[in-house]
């Protein structure tokens, strides 16, 4: 029966609605948010940046021309604190016995590092007491400075190829002694001064920041059903942190991740707003905020919502949908509720695309922040291309036609799924079991990001069945230690999992409310 019903509401009622409107008109439409936001104006919208109210007020301008309207005290915007984060300071200094470093030309302290001022001797060997000299990568380092630290080094200069960092980084994390980086001929230099001693002061100034979500509805009201569609819509700013192309700073448009998901949102909001159905249900648009510092805005979402038993009957991501290729359309969380299989299929009687379906509804976008508190979710993208997080993921390289028809497909899904009052039913589903880690085991947890008081690494979502679960770890426990050696980040944590072996039995140190508990933890 509900195969006779979709059929007959996608012939009579949305394709007529999508197809009476002149397709280049809202090519364009789309085009010109696209460009808005990945316009090198907007400096990659970095969580928190300068152009953050710009951006927002932009996409609450739109929402609220096509009838939606604030839903939390009259305010269309939910602040959320970033973790403290930290800017390079001025007062950094290198320096030998008869030489003294230029900051900035020389080497520069990233803001990762701790402050602090210490005089050693410089070596090429992790020994106890030295300033440890050596080339890696900053990935890397960060994973390895708990190791060089258990060693007794008490700073590391290190060259890591790439130009020197700026002043407008900001990271979250501290390591445990001072890092500084240098260039390539200042390493040349300091390698020929092994055994020397050596001067280093970090200079590393806290940063306080914020960041907001967009939330609007067709009601101002959530004393009823609603589907919540949402995109992010900041990005990685000048690439300092999470960029795939090495050199110096450069600006990120972000075009595709996730100009693309946001124009594509609001063009499926105004369709949608036009929509004569169900008066039962409503629909949600969230334009969500720090997506690429950790799922931060739609975590805090998601967790707002529960607490205050207002969860979407179905939440629906787009992130990256304006690279389509060969007519192929991902699509995330098919299994999270039991009518999801058929009403794709179904919607996309109308539109032949050739569809890939993944039933779990985790991974790295918004949609796994919803996963974690029980909601059924949907998730879209046209997939990752070689332009992914670099700078050359600009407006000119997107597929607008392919755009146009993945937001018709989606818009078109939302109104049936409304018409017919379709049963969503959430289904638990447990995550895939990753392949790209190169760590031998995992405990089955996801990192807090919002943590970072240098004390211990908090924890997040815990998974049913996994080691950390069946020890008794929970959602809020900060580990302080695992098998005796210290843990006071997410670097030093990561260090410490890359020495386990399966089969192992470990001891981790958490810290629970106040309380100081241990925890067999069988790998």
């Known amino acids: 029966m509900i195969n006779k019903i979709l059929t007959i509401i996608f012939f009579f009622s949305f394709s007529i609605n999508v197809n009476a409107q002149n397709n280049s008109s809202r090519e364009k439409a789309l085009k010109e948010t696209l460009c808005y936001l990945s316009d090198d104006r907007m400096q990659g919208r970095e969580a928190g940046c300068d152009n953050e109210q710009e951006i927002t007020s932009y996409i609450i301008e739109k929402l609220s021309s096509y009838g939606y309207k604030p839903i939390f005290d009259n305010n269309p915007l939910m602040k959320f604190k970033l973790p403290d984060g930290r800017v390079s300071g001025r007062d950094s200094k290198l320096e030998l016995k008869n030489r003294s470093f230029c900051i900035g030309e020389d080497f520069f302290v990233p803001p990762f590092s701790k402050a602090s001022t210490i005089s050693a001797k410089l070596s090429a060997t992790p020994d106890s007491g030295v300033v440890f000299l050596l080339k890696t990568s900053e990935d890397s380092l960060k994973i390895k400075v708990a190791g060089y630290r258990d060693k007794g080094v008490v700073a590391i200069i290190y060259n890591s190829g790439r130009a020197l960092g700026t002043n407008k980084t900001i990271e979250t994390t501290t390591t445990s002694i001072p890092v500084i980086q240098v260039t390539e001929k200042c390493y040349a230099i300091l390698s020929e001064k092994e055994g020397e001693t050596i001067t280093v002061k970090t200079d590393v100034i806290p940063h306080e920041r914020f960041s907001h979500n967009v939330f609007m509805g067709l009601s101002e009201r959530l004393d009823k059903p609603y589907i919540l569609i949402g995109a992010h819509y900041d990005h990685i700013g000048y690439g300092e942190d999470g960029s ?225 679960h069946k020890a008794g770890m929970q959602q809020g426990d900060i580990i302080t230690a695992i098998n005796s050696k210290k843990v006071n980040n997410i670097y030093e944590y990561m260090s410490r999992l890359s020495e386990l072996k399966s089969g192992e039995k470990i001891v981790v140190d958490i810290r629970r409310e106040g309380r100081e508990l241990k925890l067999i933890i069988q790998l």
């Open 244 to 468: 795939m192309k090495r050199g110096a700073p450069e600006v990120h448009n972000g075009a595709d991740d996730n100009a693309s998901g946001v124009s594509s949102m609001l063009e499926i909001s105004r369709l949608l707003a036009h929509m004569k159905g169900n008066p039962d249900y409503n629909i949600v648009i969230t334009a969500l905020g720090a997506e690429e510092k950790g799922l931060l805005g739609s975590a805090f979402l998601a967790d707002t919502l529960k607490k205050l038993g207002i969860k979407p009957s179905l939440m629906i991501n787009l992130d990256m949908v304006g690279r389509m290729t060969d007519n192929k359309l991902q699509i995330g969380g098919v299994g999270t509720f039991s009518q999801a299989d058929s009403l794709l299929e179904h919607t996309n009687m109308d539109f032949g695309f050739s569809l890939v379906k993944t039933k779990d509804g985790f991974g790295p976008s918004d949609q796994s922040s919803f996963v974690h508190t029980g909601t059924p979710v949907l998730y879209f993208t046209s997939g990752v291309h070689k332009d992914y997080h670099t700078p050359a993921d600009d407006s000119d390289k997107i597929n607008y036609e392919g755009l146009k028809k993945i937001t018709d497909y989606i818009s078109s899904l939302v109104e049936s799924i409304i018409r017919i009052n379709a049963k969503i039913d959430y289904i638990s589903i447990a995550p895939p079991v990753s392949n790209r880690t190169s760590f031998k085991v995992t405990l089955g947890l996801i990192p807090d990001f919002t943590y970072d008081k240098g004390d211990g690494f908090k924890v997040g979502p815990v998974t049913e069945g996994k080691p950390a």
